[in-house]
C-alpha cells in the first residue's frame, strides 16, 4: 500500500505544513509515503493523476486542505479501482466531513485511523464535465459563494467578513433571483430563481444543510429548487432551508426530488459552485456520474443522516 500526501499549503494557520510532517511521521514511522504541496489551482489533480499512472500497487491519497482540495484530488482519482482518497482537514470550511458528525469529522486528522481505515466507493457528480463529490449549487448561494474572493483582495478583510459582504451585496443590492430554464424530474419551470442545490453530500457554505437525507454512497442525488420569492419571504425561509426543513416550506414555491440529473439554463451568463469551485456558462447539466471514487475514513465512524 502507497500512502500520498497532497498539501494544499496555504489552507491552514502557520506552521500547519510543519505540524502535518510531524503527524505523518509519527503514524508513518516504518511505511513508506509521498509528500507533495500544491503550488496553484489544478496541481492537486494533476499529483493525483501522476501519482496514480506510476502506481503498481493499492494507493491512498490523503487530501490536506479544503473542500477545494478533496475537489482536485477527487477529479484525479474518479473511476480508478485501486486508488482511494480521503480529505484530512486544513481548510475553512471542510463541509463534505460534516455528514460524519461533530466527533466524527474530528477524527480525519488522525492519520494513523486514517491509514488503518475501511473505504466505500462513493457516488459522484457530473456538472459539464467537472466531478463533485458533495454539492452543487446555482443560485444566489452561489453567487455569493463565486464573489467572496473579490473581497478577500480587500485589505484587513478576512474570509468571514469576505463572505458577509459578498452575502449583504448579492442578496440585497443584486436580488435574490435570475431568470432561469429548469428540469428537475417532473419538474419544468421557466421563471426568476433563487436557489437551485444539488446534493451528494449534506452540508455547504459552512454549514448549510439543506437536504440532511442525502447520502453520497446511495446511488442518487437529493435536489432542492426555490423559485420566485421577495426579500421578506427569503428572509423567512433561509432558516428552514438551512437545517433540512424544506418540507414545511410553501410547496408551491419549493420543489424536492431524488434522481439522476437536472438540466438548467439562461440567456444570462449563470454561475455554478460545484464543491466550492465557481463555473460559468449559460447551460448546464448535472448528472450523477458513471465513475464512482473509493474513499476511506477511520473506522468506527458513519454518515449521519436525518
Same mark, same amino acid.
Not at 109 to 124: C, E, F, H, K
Given at each position: 500500500? *502507497?500512502?500520498?500526501?497532497?498539501?494544499?499549503?496555504?489552507?491552514?494557520?502557520?506552521?500547519?505544513?510543519?505540524? %502535518?510532517?510531524?503527524?505523518?511521521?509519527?503514524?508513518?514511522?516504518?511505511?513508506?509515503?509521498?509528500?507533495?504541496?500544491?503550488?496553484?489551482?489544478?496541481?492537486?489533480?494533476?499529483?493525483?493523476?501522476?501519482?496514480?499512472?506510476?502506481?503498481?500497487?493499492? !494507493?491512498?491519497?490523503?487530501?490536506?486542505?479544503?473542500?477545494?482540495?478533496?475537489?482536485?484530488?477527487?477529479?484525479?482519482?474518479?473511476?480508478?479501482?485501486?486508488?482511494?482518497?480521503?480529505?484530512?482537514?486544513?481548510?475553512?470550511?471542510?463541509?463534505?466531513?460534516?455528514?460524519?458528525?461533530?466527533?466524527?469529522?474530528? *477524527?480525519?486528522?488522525? !492519520?494513523?485511523? !486514517?491509514?488503518?481505515?475501511?473505504?466505500?466507493?462513493?457516488?459522484?457528480?457530473?456538472?459539464?464535465?467537472?466531478?463533485?463529490?458533495?454539492?452543487?449549487?446555482?443560485?444566489?448561494?452561489?453567487?455569493?459563494?463565486?464573489?467572496?474572493?473579490?473581497?478577500?483582495?480587500?485589505?484587513?478583510?478576512?474570509?468571514?467578513?469576505?463572505?458577509? %459582504?459578498?452575502?449583504?451585496?448579492?442578496?440585497?443590492?443584486?436580488?435574490?433571483?435570475?431568470?432561469?430554464?429548469?428540469?428537475?424530474?417532473?419538474?419544468?419551470?421557466?421563471?426568476?430563481?433563487?436557489?437551485?442545490?444539488?446534493?451528494?453530500?449534506?452540508?455547504?457554505?459552512?454549514?448549510?444543510?439543506?437536504?440532511?437525507?442525502?447520502?453520497?454512497?446511495?446511488?442518487?442525488?437529493?435536489?432542492?429548487?426555490?423559485?420566485?420569492?421577495?426579500?421578506? *419571504?427569503?428572509?423567512?425561509?433561509?432558516?428552514?432551508?438551512?437545517?433540512?426543513?424544506?418540507?414545511?416550506?410553501?410547496?408551491?414555491?419549493?420543489?424536492?426530488?431524488?434522481?439522476?440529473?437536472?438540466?438548467?439554463?439562461?440567456?444570462?451568463? !449563470?454561475?455554478?459552485?460545484?464543491?466550492?469551485?465557481?463555473?460559468?456558462?449559460?447551460?448546464?447539466?448535472? *448528472?450523477?456520474?458513471?465513475?464512482?471514487?473509493?474513499?476511506?475514513?477511520?473506522?468506527?465512524?458513519?454518515?449521519?443522516?436525518?
Amino acid at each position: 500500500m *502507497r500512502h500520498v500526501f497532497i498539501v494544499n499549503p496555504v489552507a491552514g494557520p502557520k506552521n500547519s505544513v510543519k505540524t %502535518l510532517r510531524d503527524k505523518i511521521k509519527q503514524a508513518f514511522p516504518s511505511e513508506d509515503y509521498e509528500f507533495f504541496e500544491t503550488a496553484g489551482a489544478g496541481d492537486a489533480r494533476h499529483l493525483a493523476e501522476e501519482a496514480i499512472a506510476r502506481s503498481t500497487e493499492p !494507493l491512498r491519497l490523503y487530501a490536506c486542505g479544503g473542500d477545494g482540495t478533496l475537489n482536485e484530488v477527487v477529479n484525479g482519482a474518479a473511476g480508478c479501482d485501486y486508488a482511494a482518497v480521503t480529505n484530512v482537514p486544513m481548510g475553512t470550511g471542510n463541509d463534505f466531513l460534516r455528514i460524519y458528525g461533530r466527533k466524527g469529522r474530528g *477524527r480525519f486528522t488522525d !492519520l494513523a485511523a !486514517l491509514r488503518d481505515g475501511p473505504q466505500t466507493a462513493m457516488d459522484l457528480m457530473d456538472c459539464n464535465g467537472l466531478l463533485g463529490i458533495n454539492t452543487v449549487c446555482a443560485g444566489v448561494d452561489a453567487r455569493v459563494a463565486a464573489e467572496v474572493h473579490n473581497y478577500k483582495r480587500i485589505p484587513f478583510i478576512g474570509k468571514k467578513l469576505a463572505y458577509i %459582504l459578498s452575502l449583504i451585496v448579492n442578496v440585497f443590492f443584486k436580488g435574490i433571483t435570475r431568470p432561469m430554464k429548469t428540469h428537475m424530474g417532473p419538474y419544468d419551470y421557466a421563471g426568476p430563481t433563487a436557489i437551485l442545490c444539488v446534493c451528494n453530500g449534506q452540508y455547504y457554505g459552512g454549514g448549510f444543510r439543506p437536504m440532511a437525507e442525502a447520502r453520497p454512497d446511495d446511488g442518487v442525488l437529493d435536489m432542492i429548487f426555490i423559485g420566485d420569492v421577495s426579500l421578506l *419571504r427569503f428572509a423567512r425561509y433561509v432558516h428552514k432551508y438551512s437545517n433540512g426543513r424544506y418540507r414545511e416550506l410553501p410547496k408551491n414555491v419549493v420543489k424536492a426530488w431524488q434522481g439522476d440529473e437536472v438540466s438548467f439554463s439562461s440567456d444570462r451568463e !449563470l454561475v455554478a459552485v460545484v464543491d466550492g469551485e465557481a463555473m460559468y456558462g449559460h447551460a448546464f447539466t448535472v *448528472r450523477r456520474s458513471e465513475k464512482k471514487v473509493n474513499f476511506f475514513y477511520p473506522a468506527g465512524v458513519e454518515i449521519e443522516v436525518g
